[in-house]
């Protein structure tokens, strides 16, 4: 341990004196280990909230971990009044602050959807990003909203209305997170990626170039047939996670709702920082199996990260698997986080560039016995801990 340490310390700074590489630890040396788990969240063990669900993990400018996940107050259901649920920790995973509340729609008949969370560098901020009414549940118009903390996550503004800025189609972000572009095209670009409803399904982007002042329409790939009723194995892109390579790109690792040409992941591809999405970049990932969920994805130091249940048929297995040539192929090797239910998931890591956060990422997921909506579970995986 000491030894590598200090050779992984000699490396970066090699790294720091030669400029232009990505990783002072080999990827090629990856073999992850589940290093510690916990329950953030159990549904049904406080009155006030029935269901816990669609958990986001995010790191924050300042070296912390946020936890964000809807509190569905009276049903498992999507539609429903419900709280914006955040817990913090300041040391890596291993302590988490109590749960606060950071948004509660009160009584709404189609209440808030999670949502993206994005974290702008430049700015210090951490944005989140949900609507309300996505259903049309006895309300019209769905609302795209957004909340900033400009402290860690320690408090929130009040709730904004993009739609303002947008028009008012329905627009679900996410879930999971959106991004700051670090590289060109669009250096410091937020970019914000969700599906649309059903009927009007596919991949759409909002774009901002102020640090979350103005936003607009960026990139739309569309269902087919768009915006009618769709059947069996239409083409239907769906929930979505977007991830920065390091060329500059944009990979998005998307929900095939309606099992289009596989029961497998839809991947597709923004080279202009978000504007577009050719239909030329789009491909299936066919060793990327799904039973129709929204999937976790990073790039951390030139490897692609994916987290899903990992079955064609049923949400169970939740498994972790990584690519060391930009999603072309997978390793050999997956890790299963957890053999039950489990559903939707979010994968975060700690980018200080110290030598100890490269060793990390953390997931957060739906995890169950009977189902997948029983616990929010936070897993912390050691990159190197499996050698
Ligand atoms: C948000 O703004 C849109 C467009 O102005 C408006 O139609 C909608 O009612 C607003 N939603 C809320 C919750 O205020
Ligand atoms: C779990 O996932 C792994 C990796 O995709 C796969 O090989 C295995 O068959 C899966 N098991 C089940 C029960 O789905």
Redesign the pocket.
């Known amino acids: 341990m000491e030894t590598g340490s200090r050779a992984a310390a000699v490396s970066l700074w090699l790294c720091a004196a030669l400029s232009g590489c990505f990783s002072a630890i080999n990827p090629a040396q990856i073999d992850p280990l589940v290093y510690e788990e916990q329950l953030l969240w159990v549904s049904g063990t406080q009155g006030y909230v029935n269901t816990y669900r669609i958990p986001l993990i995010t790191f924050t400018p300042k070296g912390s971990l946020l936890a964000i996940t809807e509190g569905r107050k009276s049903s498992s259901s999507d539609v429903g009044a419900k709280f914006i649920a955040v817990r913090r920790s300041t040391d890596k995973g291993s302590t988490w602050s109590p749960t606060s509340f950071v948004v509660d729609d009160g009584s709404f008949p189609d209440g808030l959807n999670l949502g993206s969370v994005v974290v702008d560098e430049e700015a210090g901020s951490v944005i989140l990003i949900y609507t309300?009414?996505f259903h049309l549940y006895h309300c019209s118009?769905a609302?795209t909203?957004m909340v900033e903390s400009l402290d860690d996550g320690l408090s929130w503004s009040r709730p904004r209305?993009l739609?303002?800025q947008l028009?008012?189609k329905a627009f679900a972000p996410g879930p999971g997170f959106g991004i700051q572009k670090r590289l060109n095209p669009a250096k410091g670009r937020l970019v914000v990626c969700g599906h649309g409803t059903i009927e009007g399904d596919g991949v759409f982007c909002i774009l901002s170039d102020d640090h979350g002042e103005n936003w607009y329409n960026g990139a739309a790939l569309k269902s087919i047939p768009y915006n009618q009723p769709k059947r069996a194995q239409d083409f239907n892109p769906d929930e979505c996670q977007p991830v920065e390579m390091t060329d500059g790109s944009i990979m998005i690792n998307v929900r095939n709702q309606n099992n289009y040409h596989c029961h497998c992941r839809i991947v597709v591809r923004s080279l202009d920082g978000g504007l577009t999405l050719p239909v030329d970049e789009l491909f299936f990932d066919y060793n990327l199996i799904d039973p129709v969920v929204a999937a976790g994805a990073l790039q951390k130091d030139g490897v692609l990260y994916f987290t899903n249940p990992s079955n064609d048929q049923k949400r169970v297995n939740l498994t972790l698997r990584w690519s060391l040539t930009d999603g072309k192929s997978w390793e050999e090797k997956a890790v299963q986080i957890w053999p039950g239910p489990s559903g939707y998931s979010c994968i975060t890591t700690l980018n200080s560039g110290s030598v100890e956060d490269q060793k990390y990422i953390y997931v957060i997921y739906e995890k169950g016995h009977k189902n997948t909506v029983e616990t929010i579970s936070f897993v912390k995986l050691h990159l190197y801990g499996g050698r």
Do not use: L
């Open positions: 309300i009414c118009p609302s909203m209305n739609s303002v028009g008012v």
